[in-house]
């Protein structure tokens, strides 16, 4: 089921609009113009992960190299500073098979719209 | 249909909240003060304000956490009206104490550990004693459930001795932080300190500095000088077991025998294999410390404490529980939060699957006795 849970111009860039839906805490974000819809727990340790950073992070490379990437596609938890994949909420580079659940997100006349499932996950 | 600021992580942790009666006393907390020294200036004569002019700021440890902001506050912590986590003692009463339920949290300052960095006696003697007034004033005073690791210089032990006497049996101090120089623990230098932390029935709290290979006067780490933050963050169980074995080998608890040590944030995972290596060679090398009597591993049981936090994950739930019968958890162990550390664990998601006695051990009964606070002490 879709629910409207803003303007657009309610979402900052880059920060997450926490909103409530059927009693799911769900951040979403709004980065380049692309939105993202996420759980706000983190599967870790349930710390409110969307009160987190969003922004890029180093990709597996060889030892003494660096290269960062993934700009604007990394959501980082607050607290033990797990990283997801904003787009499909999995853990990256195998740090863990655990990951966060993501809804589907839409804009209708600048509303925005999160679907979820009917029962909470 | 919007989430109110404070109701966000939490709907997750209550799912999984089943009703816990557990009563809790929080052993590790971390209380900041905005701007280092330039908060503690109001705590100081006017002679020491102008000994810091220009040096407001206490040092930090170049390799820092690669978290947001590189600091290990945790950014969701940072209270409304501004400042760093843990700078605001009405908000961590909201956001820690009331959240939870804690009936006591003990607080150490971090910030106050960095005093080991400093190569000037005076200074770190005077700071110290400024710390304890500033969290006396504007923290204990705040809720009765603020409980004050005070800390001391190890620079000059009789000064810190004098220190612990000034303050030590006021209602609110219930223990005694030692920022370690890299000096081990069993070293003569400490025994003033030892022996004034006694006198007043206060265990000795040791934690990480942060400072930990970073400075020349900090602790040194074994083998050298790790190079990230992850390493070094890893290494630090090795500071705890370096010290134990000076303490236990030295005969610090032959000569203060009510002298107890809290080991925190430093793991417990370690802590068996410890006991029975150092049980193991005293069987072999008994004649070289004839001061002690009977197996080793007995003073760790009797006079350490470690703090739960970061709380082992290991591969299987099971060994978690393994270990903590290994360790002797239902005595040893005390629970802590870490709060507002980016590492902190909630009390409503850490030792779910511990059985409920030693479940109260861990997260009450064993701190009570401690510290000497709540209904069981005055039982």
């Known amino acids: ?121 | 249909m919007r989430a109110g600021k404070d109701d966000l992580g939490d709907e997750g942790l209550a799912k999984v909240a089943v009703v816990s009666k557990t009563r809790i006393i929080d052993s590790d907390v971390h209380p900041w003060i905005n701007g280092d020294i330039e908060g503690l200036l109001p705590y100081m004569s006017g002679a020491w304000r102008q000994r810091f002019e220009g040096r407001l700021r206490l040092p930090d440890h170049p390799l820092r956490p690669p978290l947001a902001g590189a600091t290990s506050i945790r950014r969701d912590a940072r209270p409304p009206g501004g400042g760093a986590g843990g700078s605001d003692p009405l908000f961590m009463k909201e956001d820690l104490l009331d959240r939870y339920n804690i009936e006591f949290a003990v607080l150490s300052s971090i910030q106050a550990g960095k005093l080991v960095t400093l190569p000037n006696t005076d200074e770190a003697t005077t700071l110290a004693r400024a710390f304890n007034d500033y969290f006396m004033n504007e923290w204990l005073v705040v809720d009765s459930r603020y409980r004050l690791a005070m800390c001391v210089a190890a620079h000059d032990p009789l000064e810190a001795a004098k220190e612990i006497r000034r303050i030590g049996n006021e209602e609110g101090i219930v223990a005694v932080f030692l920022p370690l120089l890299n000096i081990l623990m069993g070293n003569r230098h400490y025994y003033p300190i030892y022996e004034a932390a006694e006198e007043c029935g206060l265990p000795i709290l040791i934690h990480p500095t942060g400072t930990e290979g970073g400075f020349q006067t900090s602790v040194a780490f074994a083998g050298g000088i790790p190079s990230t933050y992850i390493e070094r963050h890893t290494v630090f169980p090795e500071v705890a077991m370096g010290n134990i074995a000076s303490m236990v080998f030295e005969g610090v608890f032959v000569r203060f025998p009510a002298l107890q040590v809290v080991a925190a944030e430093f793991g417990y995972g370690w802590a068996p294999h410890m006991m029975w290596r150092m049980d193991q060679n005293w069987r072999e090398f008994r004649r070289e410390v004839p001061w002690i009597e009977h197996e080793p591993s007995k003073f760790v049981l009797d006079n350490i404490r470690f703090t739960s936090q970061p709380v082992e994950e290991p591969e299987r739930e099971e060994y978690l529980l393994q270990i903590l019968e290994m360790v002797h958890a239902d005595r040893t162990v005390v629970f802590s939060t870490d709060y507002p550390h980016w590492d902190n664990d909630s009390p409503k998601n850490t030792f779910r699957r511990v059985p409920e006695p030693m479940k109260q051990r861990i997260f009450y009964d064993n701190a009570a006795e401690l510290y000497g606070l709540g209904t069981l002490a005055e039982a």
């Open chain 1, 1 to 121: 089921m879709k629910h409207r849970v803003g303007h657009i111009g309610e979402i900052p860039d880059r920060e997450a609009l926490i909103v409530n839906v059927d009693g799911r805490s769900i951040g979403v974000f709004k980065v380049d113009s692309r939105l993202y819809a996420v759980r706000n727990v983190c599967p870790h340790k349930q710390a409110p992960l969307c009160r987190g950073t969003v922004g890029g992070t180093m990709l597996p490379s060889k030892p003494g190299e660096l290269r960062y990437g993934l700009e604007g596609r990394v959501l980082k938890c607050p607290w033990h500073g797990w990283e997801f994949d904003l787009a499909t909420g999995e853990c990256l580079f195998g740090i863990s098979g655990r990951r966060v659940k993501t809804y589907p997100v839409e804009v209708r006349d600048d509303q925005v719209y999160v679907e979820v499932g009917s029962t909470p996950s």
